[in-house]
């Protein structure tokens, strides 16, 4: 399905608005990204960064979540800064082979509260959230399993890139990230599900040698407050944690950050539209979403 198509009868058939300058050349762009492949994950609800890839060397980490903090005795610890939720172990191995990428505070200058908006400005590349502004161009295709279950629609998007279906990008889910209360209980189950269903794709794209043109992105339409709730959760944050994977990323590892920055900048750190900007190269999409148009290329693909 062409992108045209997938906003007529897909989740992002939102609404109609003019195109704005930066976008309006990207609607009649031809794609040219030849057998790459781009798999986004939606995680639904809005992550908790803090207690998935935490920053335990923090004093300010535990002091803002005295009950629902990862315990030292838990964590699984990848440098003398940061450390991996439990429940992440899959994830090791991808991490120690230099194709994982975690990046702190991505997402758009404005705090938005609602997860349905929310998701539609990630879902677009427009801060308005208009699907007729879209960031990618009209011929791109592109393949939603956002509807199937987590796993399943990994297995899926995995049994047509081996068949050589290749050049797609595809949008999954996994929901259930919104914990207001008695975090730990239902954000460890995720945490399990979410790392498994990636080790397992990245292990089958790596024995059919698709993994290097082949690049995972997960992101969540926003972050949690760092400090924790009167309930045992967290409330809606603003910019959250991004994780990419792929088999040839220039640029591996976790990006510093601190609680104190966080709470200093509530906003974004990094706009993630200059993730869309990256990745668009990396694909060999014809897109607008250039320095000259003010979104700076990063450096890990």
């Known amino acids: ?56 060397a923090d004093p300010m980490y535990r002091a803002m979540r005295p009950t629902i903090a990862v315990s030292k005795e838990e964590m699984i610890y990848v440098d003398d800064k940061w450390g991996f939720h439990p429940s992440l172990s899959s994830l090791l191995p991808i991490y ?12 758009f200058d404005h705090k938005e509260q609602s997860h349905f908006h929310a998701a539609q400005i990630w879902q677009t590349g427009c801060l308005q959230g208009l699907a ?39 949008h999954v889910a996994l929901d259930g990230f919104d914990t207001h209360q008695f975090q730990r209980v239902q954000h460890d189950l995720l945490l399990a599900a979410f790392s498994e269903g990636i080790s397992n794709f990245m292990k089958q794209l790596k024995d059919s040698a698709h993994i290097n043109n082949t690049m995972v992105v997960a992101w969540t339409e926003f972050g949690r ?39 200093e900048r509530e906003t974004a750190k990094t706009d ?11 694909m060999g999409i014809n897109h607008q979403l250039t320095s000259k148009n003010g979104y ?5 693909a």
């Not at 120690?96 to 997402?107: I, P």
């Not at 993630?272 to 990396?282: H, K, L, P």
């Not at 700076?296 to 890990?300: A, K, L, Y």
């Open 272 to 282: 993630f539209r200059e993730v869309y900007a990256t990745i668009g190269d990396w």
């Open 96 to 107: 120690e082979a230099g194709q994982m990428l975690v990046m702190h505070q991505v997402g």
């Open 225 to 263: 407050s760092p400090k924790e709730n009167n309930r045992k959760g967290t409330d809606h944050g603003a910019a959250g944690q991004l994780y990419v994977f792929g088999g040839q990323l220039k640029r591996a590892g976790i990006e510093d950050c601190s609680v104190a920055g966080m709470l």
């Open 1 to 56: 399905m062409r992108r045209r198509d997938f906003l007529k009868h897909g989740s992002l058939a939102a609404g109609v608005a003019m195109m704005p300058t930066v976008l309006k050349a990207a609607g009649k762009s031809a794609v040219s990204n030849g057998n790459k492949n781009l798999i986004f994950v939606h995680l639904k609800g809005g992550n908790d960064g803090l207690n998935t890839v935490i920053p335990y």
């Open 296 to 300: 700076r290329r990063q450096s890990w």
């Open 132 to 170: 007729a502004n879209h960031w990618l161009p009209d011929t791109q295709p592109v393949r939603d399993y956002s509807e199937l279950e987590y796993e399943v629609a990994l297995d899926k998007i995995y049994t047509e890139i081996s068949a050589d279906n290749a050049g797609h990008i595809y």
